[in-house]
């Protein structure tokens, strides 16, 4: 059983940096997709980023590109997602999520979720 716990969410403004954390405990590296989703008001999850040591993959939404990054320390079974140049759009609540195998950018195929952490971006 794969435990995930975030941290590191907050408020800041346009243009600001957060980093979530994210530990994980009981899951083979080499074989499991981990990643971020985010879910705002009134919208669907979303693939943020997401990684996999395994097959050397990693995706990024179109809408982070080029101002976050998803990285991993395996010897720590943590996983980190530095936000820079953040927006308001940003805004969500951040959840940690792994599954082993390929990684999806659809939320329903991950079995482990982490209880989340909010975001929140003002202009």
């Known amino acids: 059983q794969v435990k995930l716990v975030e941290s590191g969410g907050g408020s800041v403004q346009a243009g600001g940096s957060l980093r979530l954390s994210c530990a994980a405990s009981e899951y083979d590296p080499s074989s499991y997709c981990m990643g971020w989703f985010r879910q705002a008001p009134g919208k669907e999850r979303e693939a943020v980023a997401l990684?996999?040591?395994?097959?050397?993959?990693?995706y990024y939404a179109d809408s982070v590109k080029g101002r976050f990054t998803i990285s991993q320390n395996n010897a720590d079974k943590m996983m980190y997602l530095q936000m820079d140049s953040l927006r308001p759009e940003d805004t969500a609540m951040y959840f940690c999520?792994?599954?082993?195998?390929?990684?999806?950018?659809?939320?329903?195929?991950?079995?482990?979720w982490g209880q989340g952490t909010q975001v929140t971006v003002s202009s």
């Open positions: 990684t996999s040591l395994g097959s050397a993959y990693t």
């Open positions: 999520v792994a599954r082993g195998g390929v990684c999806s950018t659809y939320a329903y195929p991950y079995k482990y």
